[in-house]
């Protein structure tokens, strides 16, 4: 797929105020696709990243959504639409990091996690995928987590809704593929400038092979490179510096 087949597309990126989310809705806009920029509460973050694709030329809006609140996702799509038109792109990047042991974790907080972290994720793809199906294309990626592959040392409600995801990225791939619709799922870790990090970045980097932390932008290469390529699908890909030999 050429770079310029993502230009007049319309991408949902969510989690996009900062950090990753913010890199790949900038690469998106300078691929030429529209983009709704989500946000949870970091209105002016979002609406900074919206002024700066604006200012490139690039069409862009800010919208809040509580993915927490299973409604909220169906509402965020019907805003994609009323704004920008039909999502042809989804990058469910938005996350939910509370460090905990198993003997903290209560159900409570479960929940919350997996609410944000992959029920919300499930319940956009299936609010656009019928979409994109009928018209013969469309790119889903998630984001999920070296967790999901290691355990982490975020906590087990973390690790546990990040490996859902790439469980529902195969089952949601294998159906879609034929109807020009790729799924797939990247899987960061420790990443700077990102709110996700579990513990200082001096001691963090050491657990790194290559020695550093990675870059929000090294992310974003590479997700663009996976949603411009309609020949890959059902792939859960690890950008982890080494941590993980997948």
């Known amino acids: 797929m050429a770079v310029d087949e993502l230009a007049h597309r319309v991408a949902l990126v969510t989690g996009a105020s900062g950090g990753i ?7 998106l806009a300078g691929d030429g696709a529209a983009v709704a920029v989500h946000y949870g509460a970091n209105r002016e973050a979002a609406e900074r990243v919206v002024e700066t694709i604006r200012a490139g030329g690039g069409q862009a809006v800010a919208l809040a959504a509580d993915l927490r609140d299973a409604r909220a996702t169906a509402g965020l799509i019907d805003a994609v639409e009323g704004r920008l038109g039909p999502v042809d792109v989804l ?3 938005a996350g939910l990091s509370q ?13 919350e996690t997996l609410a944000v972290n992959l029920r919300a994720p499930y319940l956009l793809a299936r609010g656009v995928l019928s979409g994109m199906r009928a018209r013969q294309f469309g790119r889903i990626l998630f984001t999920s987590s070296v967790a999901a592959l290691t355990g982490g040392i975020v906590g087990p409600q973390y690790a546990a809704s990040k490996a859902g995801l790439h469980g529902l990225t195969h089952f949601l791939a294998a159906r879609a593929a034929r109807d020009g619709v790729t799924v797939n799922a990247i899987a960061p870790a420790l990443i700077e400038d990102t709110a996700m990090l579990p513990g200082d970045p001096g001691d963090l980097k050491q657990r790194v092979p290559v020695g550093r932390l990675g870059k929000p932008d090294e992310v974003a290469d590479f997700a663009l490179a996976v949603l411009r390529n309609g020949y890959i699908t059902n792939q859960v890909m690890s950008v982890d510096g080494g941590i993980h030999p997948g």
């Open 91 to 93: 990058v469910a990047n």
């Open 21 to 27: 989310g913010r890199q790949l809705s900038l690469r």
């Open 99 to 111: 460090p905990g042991s198993y003997e903290e974790v209560d159900a409570a907080a479960f929940d």
